[in-house]
Antibody, heavy 123, light 103 residues
Framework: QVQLVQSGAEVKKPGASVKVSCKASGYTFSGYHIHWVRQAPGQGPEWMGWINPKTGDTMYSHKFQGRVTISIDMSVTTTYMEINSLTSDDTALYFC????????????????WGQGTLVIVSS | DIQMTQSPSTLSASVGDRVTITCRVSQSITSRMAWYQQKPGKAPKLLIYKASTLESGVPSRFSGSGSGTEFTLTISNLQPDDFATYYCQQLYIFGQGTKLEIK
């Protein structure tokens, strides 16, 4: 079935980096944008950026520009999100999500989500 | 930048009730609004996209309406499984959320 499966929880110290993976299966990987969204404890979702698997093009939220890198490995249908210079404010559940398509057009809505990866930043 | 205001932040209702959640946007986004349901520790679940299109598999008691700057999510005949938090979204921006509680 169509699914996104993310890597496991991470505990990092302030100043470190973390790289989370998101493996897609069950659909044509190149046909759909993949977005990354995070959710801090008790807060709403926050969009971080997207990647177009077909072209490798990326776009980032201004908040994360320069500190987050989204990349892709087509050979294993996997997207990665790396965030540098971690602080305690980066403690959150990180999700990858597929943007849907309808009639060959992007829907601007996320129809398939990964299960989430908890990143804890603590000294 | 687009600003999004979702209301109410909390809503108390009973099984069988009809409830409405509203999102207002600071500038017109035509029909580019989506709605999600989220339960604790889980990923959001897409309910509605393009303001009023029901995602496949979502019960018809969920409906969306609106265009431009004001949008609503309506849940009719509330079921026990519907008590959760709901978010509106315009691609890069999420609303603040509405927690739907049992009265």
């Amino acid at each position: 079935q169509v699914q996104l499966v993310q890597s496991g929880a991470e505990v990092k110290k302030p100043g470190a980096s973390v790289k989370v993976s998101c493996k897609a299966s069950g659909y044509t990987f190149s046909g759909y944008h993949i977005h990354w969204v995070r959710q801090a404890p008790g807060q709403g979702p926050e969009w971080m950026g997207w990647i177009n698997p077909k072209t490798g093009d990326t776009m980032y939220s201004h908040k994360f520009q320069g500190r987050v890198t989204i990349s892709i490995d087509m050979s294993v249908t996997t997207t990665y999100m790396e965030i540098n210079s971690l602080t305690s404010d980066d403690t959150a559940l990180y999700f990858c999500a597929r943007e849907g398509m309808a009639a060959r057009l992007r829907t601007e809505a996320f129809d398939i989500w990964g299960q989430g990866t908890l990143v804890i930043v603590s000294s | 930048d687009i600003q999004m205001t979702q209301s109410p932040s909390t809503l108390s209702a009973s099984v069988g009730d009809r409830v409405t959640i509203t999102c207002r946007v600071s500038q017109s986004i035509t029909s580019r609004m989506a709605w999600y349901q989220q339960k604790p520790g889980k990923a959001p679940k897409l309910l509605i996209y393009k303001a009023s299109t029901l995602e496949s598999g979502v019960p018809s008691r969920f409906s969306g309406s609106g265009s431009g700057t004001e949008f609503t999510l309506t849940i009719s005949n509330l079921q026990p499984d519907d008590f959760a938090t709901y978010y509106c979204q315009q691609l890069y921006i999420f609303g603040q959320g509405t927690k739907l509680e049992i009265k």
